[in-house]
């Protein structure tokens, strides 16, 4: 292990690391956790403070807080080694302490942004109306700082001229998201004018990227935000969760709310475990970043007839993650729990306090409140519900919930058992979703393999061990596998006595040129992509910091290829099982129980 990765370790406390994470309770000398790397209700994961290590003994994953960064974060080791240096406050030799690093560069100018538009928010005449909005809807002062808001001046090029003064380039600007391109012209413009500013900030507090309102009455879009970006992507992050993470731990619940304008008055009304989805759906990769802190979700959401599918979705979501989930529910006539919190505070923190269980909310919904003479009516009700309590993963709560409903509807349990049974059989296989997630795969794939290639150009002589690690077969994307297939084909036709001393780059260029691919061109802008990625990661580490990179590499790509193939298996068997298909039931499981020791070790 390098003297840096030591410092670094030395200097950071695991327990303490973590439980920005985690929910870590004491265990004499030690701490234990609910693992956030499988589902689980009692927790496994123990973490040794003297040792500095940590072992989950529900799924045996485990090591030193790189390990849990990385695996936590997706992260791989140059990029965990450059985080935890800089929370340890140890220079790295091979750190880029400029920023010049692309993604170091897109955080700084987003910090510079929002730092820019806060000072015209508290300063600047030009700010009025903003300011006057503020006050309308009651925030504090404090409020304004602890949430960074801004004012975004209504010209074209105002940010863009402040930013290109501090040295920032069009090309950064535009890559953070702050700018867009003239159409049919040269140059630049503002993305943001004239807008009341919501940064949005990461885990960590690094603003990445802005939710912007417009103060115009005739403008018919209310709020824009920032595009997809190297270092935003809207489906991994909650508004307010830097703000709200310690309240979700110590109230053990999180809030969820719609917006920018729910979360704020909350907060400032001592209601702080509250976040929003910003308008978007809410996402796996959302619940498993809460799941971190808290396994209960409280949703306030707005309940019309699109707010409601918008909520199904994120219940079915939640239940999917084993979380506990109960529907806020605000008196007639208040919308939002921003407007909520605006009449009377203690009216929220009621509503919060009086939320129902999912499926209790479902119960009085669908059975309560509808006409269950009706037999059409009688019978939509009854598989709506019915529908809800199957995706609870709980056997227990199944149970609990169809003898709650049978008695509900004195109805037997039989009946709604049979009733279950057929909803199964109907249910959809959703093929365009299957394409949408297929198509992500292929992108993920993608950076997976060019950092697979980066770590090669690194260690030439690791060749060998990284093809017996990473099968063909753990690669879905055909012209990613017919690349790699080629590598294998070059390594084994009289290279297999690769040295760290071999120019890797140069005999690939070359192998490629001789052995065309049906895109050509695909095979030359992965090296180059792959050789950049070497120069900025992972040129300078050493030998037991390459094989970590390695492990994190190999790891994935077998955890995504067990997880396709035990989801493949889970679908053969509903259809086996539900009499769709043909197959034997106790030679699927056997397969599937191979499969899951497979990636639990």
Not at 20 to 45: D, I
Not at 55 to 63: H, I, K, Q, T, Y
Not at 86 to 101: F, P
Request: hydrophobic letters at 40%; aromatic letters at 8%; proline letters at 3%.
């Amino acid at each position: 292990m390098s003297q840096e990765v030591e410092e670094i370790k030395s200097k950071i406390d695991i327990a303490d690391f973590m439980s920005g994470y985690l929910k870590l309770t004491p265990a004499g000398a030690n701490f234990k956790a609910l693992c956030p790397f499988h589902n689980e209700k009692t927790p496994s994961m123990m973490i040794n403070p003297a040792k500095q290590i940590w072992r989950c003994f529900g799924c045996n994953e485990g090591g030193d807080v790189f390990s849990f960064l990385m695996k936590l974060e997706g992260m791989e080791f140059p990029e965990a080694k450059k985080f935890l240096a800089q929370r340890a406050g140890v220079k790295l030799a091979t750190y880029d302490s400029k920023g010049e690093g692309k993604r170091s560069k897109l955080h700084d100018v987003s910090n510079l942004a929002e730092r820019y538009w806060h000072k015209i928010l508290l300063e600047s005449d030009s700010a009025k109306d903003a300011k006057k909005y503020v006050e309308d809807r009651g925030i504090s002062q404090e409020t304004i700082e602890d949430f960074h808001l801004g004012y975004s001046i209504d010209n074209w090029d105002n940010l863009t001229n402040f930013l290109k003064k501090k040295e920032y380039d069009d090309q950064t600007i535009f890559l953070a998201g702050l700018s867009i391109k003239r159409n049919n012209a040269v140059g630049y413009y503002d993305r943001f004018r004239g807008r009341l500013m919501f940064p949005i900030l990461d885990i960590n507090g690094k603003t990445v990227g802005f939710g912007a309102r417009t103060l115009k009455k005739d403008d018919d879009v209310k709020y824009i935000n920032t595009p997809q970006t190297q270092i935003y992507n809207k489906s991994m992050v909650l508004y307010g969760l830097y703000q709200a993470k310690e309240a979700i731990r110590q109230k053990d619940l999180c809030i969820l709310v719609e917006g920018y304008m729910d979360v704020i008055p909350s907060h400032q009304a001592g209601v702080k475990n509250v976040v929003a989805i910003s308008g978007t759906a809410l996402t796996e990769h959302q619940l498993k970043i809460l799941k971190r802190y808290t396994n209960n979700l409280a949703l306030a959401l707005d309940m019309d007839e699109a707010g409601r599918r918008a909520a199904e979705r994120s219940i079915d979501l939640a239940l999917a993650e084993e979380m506990d989930v109960k529907i806020v529910t605000l008196p007639d006539g208040i919308k939002d729990p921003g407007e909520c919190v605006s009449k009377d505070p203690k009216i929220w923190q009621q509503a919060i306090d009086d939320a129902k269980p999912v499926i209790e909310y479902f119960f009085n919904q669908e059975v309560d409140n509808k006409d269950m003479t009706d037999g059409v009516i009688r019978k939509k009700s009854i598989r709506f519900v019915l529908a809800k309590i199957v995706k609870l993963k709980s056997r227990i709560d199944q149970e609990f919930w169809l003898k709650k409903l049978s008695q509900r509807l004195d109805i037997s349990e039989d009946i709604l058992r049979l009733e279950i049974k057929e909803l199964v059989h109907l249910e959809p296989t959703a093929p365009n979703v299957q394409a949408v997630v297929v198509d992500k795969q292929i992108d993920v794939e993608w950076e997976m393999f060019k950092k697979l290639l980066a770590v090669l150009l690194a260690k030439p002589s690791k060749m060998g061990e990284i093809i017996d690690r990473v099968a063909p077969e753990y690669i879905n994307d055909q012209g990613i596998l017919s690349i790699y297939k080629n590598i294998i084909l070059f390594y084994t036709k009289g290279n297999t006595a690769l040295s760290d001393e071999s120019d890797l780059f140069d005999l690939l260029n070359d192998w490629f040129k001789n052995n065309q691919l049906e895109d050509s061109q695909r095979p030359a802008d992965l090296l180059a992509e792959s050789f950049l990625l070497f120069q900025k990661d992972y040129l300078e580490l050493d030998d037991s910091e390459i094989q970590m990179a390695i492990d994190g590499i190999s790891r994935v790509f077998k955890e995504r290829y067990l997880k396709n193939k035990i989801n493949e298996l889970k679908h053969k068997l509903e259809l086996v099982e539900s009499g769709r298909a043909d197959g034997d039931v106790e030679e699927i499981y056997a397969q599937l129980g191979e499969l899951i020791k497979q990636k639990n070790f």
